[in-house]
């Protein structure tokens, strides 16, 4: 009986791993999805000339480096990494339920 409970335990910590492993592929790909209609959609018509002047405005160059050292892709990451890191979960899932 005693060996029952253990198996059982054991089972519940697997499935507790698998349903981890699933949602963190989730993400990835919401993130991936993401990624890739930014890249599509950078290369907009619409967008080409403003995108164009941004990246030779220096003000602008500065404040986006100011901005990025804000973040980390460390494991131990400060509550700005997982608001930044929910929004773009959100807005990839987002993306890739409107286009599924």
């Known amino acids: 009986m005693k060996i029952l409970h253990i198996l059982f335990f054991a089972l519940l910590l697997n499935t507790g791993t698998a349903y981890a492993q699933f949602a963190a ?3 990835a790909s919401y993130i991936a999805t ?6 599509f959609k950078i290369n907009d018509e619409e967008n080409l000339s403003e995108l164009a002047a941004l990246r030779e405005n220096e003000r602008f160059k500065q404040k986006l480096n100011r901005m990025m050292s804000k973040l980390s892709n460390n ?4 509550s700005t990494n997982e608001k930044v890191y929910k929004i773009l979960i959100k807005a990839g899932k987002d993306i890739y339920n409107e286009l599924d």
């Open 75 to 78: 494991r131990s990451k400060n």
């Open 34 to 39: 993401l990624k890739a209609v930014t890249d």
């Open 25 to 27: 592929q989730k993400e």
